[in-house]
């Protein structure tokens, strides 16, 4: 099993970009689909984006795509959320989560990192 760690949030003007990150620990990072997901005040926690283990298969919500990429870094252990054309409706705390073969189900979750983006 993976343990996750998110880091990079922070306060943005709208417009502006982030890159979010998520270390993990464990040997088997290679075996994990690796998704991001985000929660904002009052509302159900929703998916962003997420990348297979041979990073071939990117997918992302319809409201974010054509700005935010996701990527992995098997070398690092690392996944990515670049974020770019920020938008206030982006403000929300972002988790990292693996899902083990991509068929177990999003299974561990990071504590997640609090993305704000003014207006």
């Known amino acids: 099993q993976v343990h996750l760690v998110e880091s990079g949030g922070g306060l943005v003007q709208a417009g502006g970009s982030l890159r979010l990150s998520c270390a993990a620990s464990g040997r088997t990072f290679s075996s994990y689909t690796m998704g991001w997901f985000r929660q904002a005040p009052g509302k159900e926690r929703e998916f962003v984006a997420a990348?297979?283990?041979?990073?071939?298969?990117?997918s992302y919500a319809d409201s974010v795509k054509g700005r935010f990429t996701i990527s992995r870094d098997s070398a690092k252990n690392t996944v990515y959320l670049q974020m770019n054309s920020l938008k206030p409706e982006d403000t929300a705390i972002y988790y990292c989560?693996?899902?083990?073969?991509?068929?177990?189900?999003?299974?561990?979750w990071g504590q997640g990192t609090q993305v704000t983006v003014s207006s």
């Open positions: 990348v297979s283990w041979d990073s071939r298969s990117p």
């Open positions: 989560a693996a899902d083990l073969f991509g068929i177990t189900g999003w299974g561990t």
